[in-house]
């Protein structure tokens, strides 16, 4: 006699193969950076507070930093050449006799120089501070700007 | 003023493990908190870089504070040449205790950081006990 057992779980809605999948490829690749002693977002990360996020688009280079609770007088950034450098100082919440449950929260000075990829225009370079997120916007100087060159024909 | 020495340090963002999964396709973190107290009330501080106002969710059931915020979340068309963080929803829960004024619960975002003013209930504000001598 063939006996045909159903597994007893076999319910279609509770597997999402793309996603356990998704989610398989990301552990596998959090383990093998850190037997290789590399931090998950690549070999470049810095270890120097703030992370930042850097990317471009055809005309400008952004950079991105999470600072909950800098404000923006106390947050310096200058550029000179190809070199952003970002500090300032993260204050503590000062309150008379408050005594504490948790302190998860940081504070402190940072200081950290990125050294970017193109050429900018740093006149024309704008930072905002926005819901503790910090951007910066680099337009590229012409020079380093793509350029789309065009195939003659005879 | 005194003015702190410290230098900042990278913290990596915790994830969050073992809630229910969330529809989104974006991670959720755990976000930082300081919680203190003083003789009228209770404070949480909570960090929650690009989350606006609109998008926080303050839940207070019981005696169980659920603190939610989302990101906002944008089309973009960059391309991404080094990445050091990621950024993602933040969910954290906790117990707080019973003695606190529901109807005075005053919560604030600024720079990031939400915070919220939990006041103590009379019953639960601390008295002076008298020592009698004979």
Redesign the interface.
């Known amino acids: 006699m063939v006996m045909i057992r159903y597994p007893r779980h076999f319910d279609v809605s509770f597997f999402r193969p793309v996603r356990e999948l998704e989610e398989m490829r990301r552990r596998m690749d959090r383990l093998f950076d850190e037997v290789a002693g590399r931090?998950p977002?690549?070999a470049?990360?810095?270890?120097?507070?703030?992370?930042?996020?850097?990317?471009?688009?055809g005309s400008n280079?952004?950079i991105r930093?999470?600072?909950?609770?800098?404000?923006p007088e106390d947050l310096e950034i200058s550029i000179e050449r190809n070199t952003l450098d970002i500090r300032g100082?993260?204050?503590?919440?000062n309150?008379?006799?408050?005594?504490?449950?948790?302190?998860?929260?940081?504070?402190?000075?940072?200081?950290k120089a990125v050294t970017l990829?193109y050429e900018i225009d740093s006149e024309r370079t704008v930072s905002e501070?926005k819901?503790?997120?910090l951007t910066i916007v680099l337009p590229k100087a012409e020079a380093a700007k793509p350029k789309k060159i065009g195939i003659k024909t005879s | 003023m005194t003015m702190t020495e410290k230098s900042l340090q990278v913290q990596e963002k915790k994830e969050l493990q073992g809630r229910a999964e969330s529809t989104r396709t974006v991670p959720v973190y755990v976000p930082a908190v300081d919680i203190f107290e003083t003789t009228n009330d209770m404070t949480v501080m909570v960090d929650m870089p690009g989350v606006a106002e609109q998008s926080v969710s303050i839940d207070l059931n019981n005696d169980e504070l659920t603190i939610s915020g989302t990101m906002a979340e944008e089309a973009k068309t960059e391309t991404m040449l080094l990445q050091e963080y990621q950024s993602g929803d933040y969910y954290r829960q906790f117990n707080v205790s019973r003695a606190i004024d529901r109807n005075q619960i005053e919560a604030s975002i600024s720079n990031g950081v939400l915070k919220i003013v939990l006041p103590k209930a009379e019953i639960a504000k601390p008295r002076k006990i008298d020592i009698k001598t004979t």
Do not use: C, I, M, W
């Not at chain 1, 930093?65 to 404000?71: D, Y």
């Open positions: 931090h977002f690549g470049l990360f810095s270890g120097v507070y703030p992370s930042l996020n850097l990317s471009e688009d280079l952004y930093a999470e600072l909950a609770g800098v404000k100082e993260r204050q503590a919440e309150v008379e006799g408050a005594s504490y449950h948790r302190r998860e929260r940081q504070t402190g000075r940072f200081h990829p501070l819901n503790g997120v």
